[in-house]
């Protein structure tokens, strides 16, 4: 099974959040994401996400400012497990964020990824819901599987 982690960064006023611009894989090149990646052989799902916050934005984190929403299971199309770990923080100052990899990170006001139609059509198609549940406060103090359906 291959295991990812996926992380969004709020601001203080939960009114902006981090995104990247993925390249890869395809299905997701052009399309904005939260920040995240595969799970290495030995890690923690919060080390991973330390990690792969820290490789694509430049910004040190700990595992105690990640807090674990959703984990999303599912095979992909050649019938191959997949598991995502998502998780939300709370970041004082989100334009210290820098991209370090081909993947543009940028900040993006909520409003306009729930309310604008373009922006919409730029991010993955779930990305508006998993960023409404890692903002409500009644889901992320529990952590939910849900089996995902490709």
Not at 29 to 39: E, R, T, V
Not at 40 to 64: D, L, N
Not at 70 to 93: A, C, L, R, S
Request: hydrophobic share 40%; with cysteine; net charge negative.
């Amino acid at each position: 099974m291959t295991k990812y982690v996926l992380g969004f960064a709020f601001d203080e006023n939960k009114s902006n959040v981090l995104l990247i611009k993925k390249t890869k894989p395809d299905w997701q090149a052009g399309l904005y994401n939260g920040i995240g990646g595969k799970i290495e052989v030995g890690e923690s799902a919060y080390m991973a996400m330390v990690r792969e916050f820290e490789e694509e934005c430049a910004i040190q984190t700990t595992v105690h400012d990640w807090t674990p929403v959703i984990v999303m299971k599912g095979t992909d199309q050649d019938g191959n497990p997949w598991e995502v770990h998502t998780f939300q923080m709370i970041y004082h100052n989100l334009s210290a964020a820098q991209t370090t990899t081909d993947e543009l990170v940028s900040i993006f006001d909520l409003h306009t990824i729930f309310f604008n139609k373009f922006a919409t059509s730029k991010v993955i198609s779930n990305i508006p819901w998993l960023i409404s549940m890692c903002l409500d406060e009644d889901v992320s103090k529990y952590y939910w599987e849900i089996d995902y359906k490709c």
